[in-house]
């Protein structure tokens, strides 16, 4: 895909986070713990041989994410109808995605293989520094998205 590789040829030149944005509009929308299953993998119990007691919970890599691939996104941020975004953060990518840069719920696995989640979307800043939020932004452009595709198909069905 072109625009992989060129996210890529151009992270020789200047090192960067990735955070993949997507929009999600329709009826068929995941709840988080879908969405961290995709990125993640599936949530298995581990354990020795005849000793289910020394057993843990663990992430199998079958995810999109896991310490062999997908490396570059650093993050996903993720739009569904009207609702507030979401970003889920790579625990294993090379450059990391700043946490609270907007005003959104965000997950970000840990260490001991558990989930943090912050929800930074109900924090007040100071009227001068008031930015707009990223669920406007992401409402506009799923407006703007959705006239394209629609505009898309109808063009396709008349040719």
Known sequence: MRTISSFKNG?????????????????DVPDDAI??????????????????EQGKLILDKDGAWNPEKNR??????????????????NYWAYRPFPA??????????QPDGTFRESDF????????????????????????LSRFFKRLLRFNFHR
Do not use: W
């Open 72 to 89: 570059t996104t650093s993050a996903v941020l993720y739009v569904r109808n009207d609702s507030e975004p979401l970003i889920i953060h």
């Open 121 to 144: 979307a109900n924090r007040v800043n100071p009227p001068s520094t008031q930015e707009p939020s990223l669920k406007a932004f992401g409402q506009m452009l799923m407006r703007v």
């Open 11 to 27: 992270l020789k030149y200047k090192a960067a986070p990735c955070l993949l944005v997507i929009f999600h509009e329709g009826l």
């Open 100 to 109: 609270g840069l907007f005003d959104c719920k965000e997950i970000s696995a």
């Open 35 to 52: 969405v961290k299953s995709a990125l993640y993998g599936d949530l298995k119990f581990s354990f020795p041989l005849g000793d289910p």
